[in-house]
T-cell receptor
Framework: GQSLEQPSEVTAVEGAIVQINCTYQTSGFYGLSWYQQHDGGAPTFLSYNALDGLEETGRFSSFLSRSDSYGYLLLQELQMKDSASYFCAGASGGSYIPTFGRGTSLIVHP | GAGVSQSPSNKVTEKGKDVELRCDPISGHTALYWYRQSLGQGLEFLIYFQGNSAPDKSGLPSDRFSAERTGGSVSTLTIQRTQQEDSAVYLC?????????????FGPGTRLTVT
């Protein structure tokens, strides 16, 4: 089976940079996705890394290292609206069904 | 265009009753997923539909849970004889074929409370 591990909570101040890590244990891994979910809202897709390296989308960047079975989401210039839960997810082994991590609650303080 | 819609947004039911939850995926999306999310938890996979293929039911927690998808579009998740542990938010997501492995579009969810 697959498992993805991420910290349960991260706190940071407005304007800062924060990194949310995700480690996975699976073989034949396709790549790593990240989703954002505000309280009471639906998860929304942020980014996907199919290849090793850094993908940048505005204030958000995502990184993948297959050799280390590790990835992270980097959020820069934090804003209060970034307070949300962030989930990493990935599929492998010919499956079209991704496994989601348990989510990291990001709390941004003024 | 229109996103994934789900109804009802909230459902309160008594233990032992049956409930039906509806999902309208994005038009043209052939893949449809159902997930369950308990308070403060991750997304638990329930069932996956792809086109006219037999669904992957490997995530359904018990035989009280079933789902169908009519005409390759709307899907209904049915929970029979509801139990208190069924209380959760039920999320539906859709995608193009194969895209769901990395990018899914989620509906707002149905919050189910079993009293």
């Amino acid at each position: 089976g697959q498992s993805l591990e991420q910290p349960s909570e991260v706190t940071a101040v407005e304007g800062a940079i924060v990194q949310i890590n995700c480690t996975y244990q699976t073989s034949g891994f396709y790549g790593l996705s990240w989703y954002q979910q505000h309280d009471g809202g639906a998860p929304t897709f942020l980014s996907y890394n199919a290849l090793d390296g850094l993908e940048e989308t505005g204030r958000f960047s995502s990184f993948l290292s297959r050799s280390d079975s590790y990835g992270y989401l980097l959020l820069q210039e934090l804003q209060m609206k970034d307070s949300a839960s962030y989930f990493c997810a990935g599929a492998s082994g010919g499956s079209y069904i991704p496994t989601f991590g348990r989510g990291t609650s990001l709390i941004v303080h003024p | 265009g229109a996103g994934v819609s789900q109804s009802p947004s909230n459902k309160v039911t008594e233990k032992g009753k049956d409930v039906e939850l509806r999902c309208d995926p994005i038009s043209g999306h052939t893949a449809l997923y159902w997930y369950r999310q308990s308070l403060g938890q991750g997304l638990e996979f329930l069932i996956y539909f792809q086109g006219n293929s037999a669904p992957d039911k490997s995530g359904l927690p018990s035989d009280r849970f079933s789902a169908e998808r009519t005409g390759g579009s709307v899907s209904t998740l049915t929970i029979q004889r509801t139990q208190q542990e069924d209380s959760a938010v039920y999320l539906c997501a859709s995608s193009h074929y194969g895209q769901g492995t990395y990018e899914q579009y989620f509906g707002p969810g149905t919050r189910l409370t079993v009293t």
